[in-house]
């Protein structure tokens, strides 16, 4: 089934040396390439996300995020950076989640390429799709051909086991008001497994307090389809950038299209007064 995702991400960005873009999944070659070579540089931020989803995947609950980050860049493509993520949902205010990334940018005309090292630490009530996630490793690269630029990136991120996403996407970059306002229309297409996704489910979205709890009412989770290697979710999505002086704000309109559900299966299920009934591989298909 389709689902929309509308992310709007308001993001505002001050800078001590230059103006820079951020992002937190995915470099373009412009977003720092003019000062890279030249100079080090601070950058701290402030992002809204209305929902966090995750290769199309999402909590049965809305999830939405107030960030703020900051991050040091050195000239040699050096940097590191902190964000603290803030669940803004009704009664669930609270710091949710901590994530600290390092790695390197190479940047060369219109060519980039990366590699990083990201952490995640979440509340222990977390319930965001991505909370089962401890840790991810990435690289990238990205071309510009000016009537296209073309990204791909391969991350492996860790859970209770390891996935490997692989991501490709193609845009084509649209500038006026002197190049100061870009906008970016983007495919992107995901592939990978959804061992993490078991995770979650197990962990997260149907708790582990519903399993071997010794209650009345007990539901053993199983998760079919995670360990293989498919399609994921294809994005459509709008990135409009506007700079002023030392400031950059980015709106982020995403629509997404999940594909390929894992399908969960409720193995037993004991029924309350008494009266076990067992129901065998019963099955749920799940975005």
Not at 32 to 46: D, N, R
Not at 185 to 195: A, C, D, I, M, R
Request: aromatic share 14%; with cysteine; net charge positive.
């Amino acid at each position: 089934m389709k689902k929309i995702n509308i992310l709007l991400m308001l993001l505002m960005m001050l800078l001590i040396v230059s103006v820079s873009s951020y992002s937190q999944e995915k470099k373009s070659p412009d977003s720092s390439s003019a000062v890279t070579k030249e100079s080090s540089y601070i950058l701290a931020g402030a992002a809204f996300n209305s929902d966090i989803v995750f290769l199309g995947r999402k909590s049965s609950i809305k999830s939405p995020y107030i960030s703020t980050s900051a991050g040091y860049y050195h000239k040699s493509g050096l940097f590191i950076t902190g964000i603290v993520s803030y669940l803004a949902a009704s009664q669930q205010n609270r710091i949710d989640l901590f994530t600290a990334s390092g790695g390197y940018d190479y940047y060369k005309k219109n060519f980039s390429a990366g590699i990083s090292a990201t952490g995640y630490v979440f509340n222990n009530k977390s319930y965001t799709v991505k909370s089962a996630l401890a840790a991810n490793l990435n690289a990238y690269a990205d071309y510009d051909f000016d009537i296209l630029e073309v990204y791909a990136d391969g991350t492996m991120y860790f859970s209770n086991q390891s996935d490997f996403i692989l991501s490709a996407s193609v845009s084509h970059n649209f500038y006026t008001a002197n190049d100061k306002l870009k906008i970016s229309p983007t495919f992107s297409l995901y592939s990978g497994k959804q061992n993490y996704y078991s995770s979650y489910n197990n962990n997260k979205r149907f708790g582990q307090h519903m399993i071997n709890t010794g209650s009345s009412n007990t539901m053993g989770i199983g998760m079919m389809s995670g360990g293989i290697f498919n399609i994921q979710n294809y994005e459509f999505s709008v990135p409009v950038r506007y700079d002023l002086k030392y400031f950059r704000f980015q709106l982020l309109p995403v629509y997404a299209i999940p594909v390929n559900p894992a399908t969960i299966t409720d193995n037993c299920i004991i029924c309350p007064a008494g009266a076990n009934r067992e129901r065998k591989s019963t099955k749920y298909n799940c975005k």
